[in-house]
């Protein structure tokens, strides 16, 4: 038996998710594959100076985002994001953001926001 469901919460309602957008199929997989494939996870840095951080970042040669308080990294996982912390000579705090559903949605459908 198939069912579907139009959930936000895709992690939790399936077991493997099938991403149709126009009747094409985008992607097929498990949750965790589909976020392993196609997510990013999101490194968040605070530095004492965000420009000294963001200049760090460059010369080990990421391109960082400067945000409000803090500067955004997108990497493939998080061992890369551990590689870039222990690296790193002054910083006050990180945090890690994982990939989600709506990460994978956005990449396998090329949109910029997931639709409401």
């Known amino acids: 038996m198939t069912v579907f469901l139009t959930t936000h919460y895709m992690e939790k309602a399936a077991d493997n998710v099938l991403i149709l957008e126009k009747g094409r199929n985008c992607a097929e997989g498990t949750p965790d594959t589909l976020k392993s494939?196609?997510?990013?996870?999101?490194?968040k840095l605070r530095f004492p100076n965000s420009e000294e951080g963001m200049k760090q970042l460059r010369t080990m040669g990421y391109t960082a985002k400067q945000k409000a308080d803090y500067v955004s990294l997108s990497m493939e996982d998080s061992h890369e994001a551990l590689k870039i912390v222990n690296s790193l000579d002054d910083f006050l705090d990180f945090e890690l953001i994982k990939g989600n559903m709506d990460d994978v949605f956005l990449t396998v459908t090329g949109h910029t926001e997931v639709p409401k």
Do not use: A, Q
């Open 37 to 43: 494939k196609y997510g990013k996870d999101t490194l």
